[in-house]
């Protein structure tokens, strides 16, 4: 059905880390400019803000210091998204405040210059990133997952830490919030 | 418009929007969305969303590698060793095993004052409770602590006494310093790194979250 087992670590994902093994500080570049994207997509999708990079920084740093407990059963970046997860809970445990609803920001919205000097795709765009935004954060973060990387419901749910038939769920209780937030 | 009567191919199109279907599937879910005006809908609006969601947040990735370089210099082969689960189990019964000799302590001092011995906690000669004096430091992702369980006795021995002279306090509040730091350093290092791959279902850190949460908001 789909291209790629979620099984299977993508062959260039392997050999990459394979040449990191082997010493080759270029292969952790290569790594890590291939992932950093999705995984601050997804640390974004559940609700940091501020501290996005210092996050997806963190989760190779671990990444890499544990990549004896890799053996490819998932994809690394599904592993990567795990380890993300584990880092932005420990620390949102740490400020002892929830941050994971975060409210839609004044400079998320569109402003009156904008919309004047902005094209209609701008606007479009903009209402459709303000209905995600009113999702829960779970939901939010399998949305994401699901649309910009395509994952599959398994994968998302070792990512997420849940199931298969959660994620499906939240998908598309996800997809219909959004839906009718667009025709309102 | 009608609604979609294919659930199964309807769940595709996140698969198809990322270009992750193989062409026969691809050419399925196409021809069914060519039929099916409410799926037709929801892709076009999959292929809006996804630009839209790609673009934030904007991070700088040569930043992060160059940073990330810097924190595990030497590449692989000289990359620093994870605890790994033995390590963990360590500190875990080193933690108990303290805990359990600031017990065996006050019952110890209880002891001496009502004569009476209640329990003890007999430590096998084979496995000593070993703490790292404080003159060797510790790092986090090298703990030197070895213990053994302690194994609980009917009557009061000279554990205390035997506890003292392995190097153990008596009472947890005696710990240097440096071993409480080298303990709770442990302990933090505890967090985030999974052991393995997690099972889909399963939180590595125990916090799954229910089927009945998916319900709806």
Redesign the interface.
């Known amino acids: 059905?789909?291209?790629?087992s979620p099984s299977e670590l993508a062959p260039d994902d392997a050999a990459l880390?394979a040449r990191?093994?082997?010493?080759?500080?270029r292969?952790?570049?290569a790594l890590?400019?291939r992932h950093?994207?999705a995984i601050?997509?997804f640390v974004?999708s559940l609700g940091e803000?501020d501290e996005?990079?210092e996050v997806?920084?963190d989760t190779?740093?671990?990444a890499?210091?544990?990549?004896?407990?890799?053996?490819?059963?998932?994809s690394f970046r599904?592993?990567l998204l795990?380890?993300a997860r584990?880092?932005l809970?420990?620390r949102q445990r740490g400020r002892k405040r929830t941050r994971l609803h975060v409210a839609i920001q004044d400079d998320d919205l569109v402003s009156a210059s904008d919309a004047l000097e902005g094209t209609v795709a701008m606007e479009?765009?903009q209402r459709?990133?303000a209905a995600?935004e009113t999702?829960?954060p779970?939901?939010r973060s399998i949305f994401?997952l699901?649309?910009?990387?395509?994952l599959?419901y398994?994968e998302i749910?070792?990512a997420?830490?849940?199931?298969?038939?959660?994620?499906?769920?939240?998908y598309h209780?996800a997809?219909r919030?959004?839906?009718e937030k667009?025709d309102e | 418009m009608s609604e979609c009567t294919n659930g199964a191919l309807r769940d595709l199109l996140p698969e198809l929007v990322n270009g992750r279907l193989d062409a026969e599937m691809r050419q399925r879910v196409e021809a069914h969305v060519a039929a099916c005006g409410e799926c037709a809908d929801e892709l076009a609006l999959l292929r809006s969303l996804r630009p839209a969601l790609m673009r934030e947040p904007v991070i700088d990735a040569q930043r992060i590698a160059a940073a990330v370089r810097a924190q595990t210099a030497g590449g692989g082969s000289r990359a620093p060793a994870r605890a790994g689960n033995a390590a963990r189990w360590k500190v875990a019964i080193a933690a108990a095993a303290l805990l359990a000799a600031g017990a065996l302590g006050y019952a110890a001092k209880v002891h001496r004052g009502s004569g009476t011995p209640d329990v003890a906690i007999a430590q096998p000669a084979s496995a000593p409770i070993a703490v790292p004096p404080a003159s060797a430091p510790l790092h986090a992702t090298e703990h030197q602590v070895a213990v053994a369980p302690p194994r609980i006795a009917t009557r009061a021995a000279s554990a205390p006494t035997a506890l003292a002279s392995a190097g153990v306090p008596e009472n947890v509040s005696d710990l240097s310093d440096e071993q409480v730091r080298a303990l709770t350093a442990s302990l933090d290092d505890l967090s985030a790194i999974p052991d393995a791959e997690p099972s889909a279902g399963i939180d590595p850190l125990g916090a799954s979250i229910d089927d009945a949460s998916a319900g709806g908001r």
């Open positions: 059905m789909t291209d790629h880390i990191w093994r082997g010493g080759d500080e292969a952790a570049t890590v400019e950093a994207q601050a997509r974004a803000r996005v990079e997806v920084q190779f740093v671990r890499f210091g544990s990549l004896d407990s890799f053996r490819g059963e998932s599904t592993w795990t380890i584990n880092l809970r420990d479009t765009e459709l990133r995600v999702l829960s779970m939901q994401t699901r649309v910009t990387e395509g599959s398994k749910a070792v997420v830490g849940s199931t298969e038939g959660a994620a499906r769920v939240h209780n997809m919030i959004i839906r667009i």
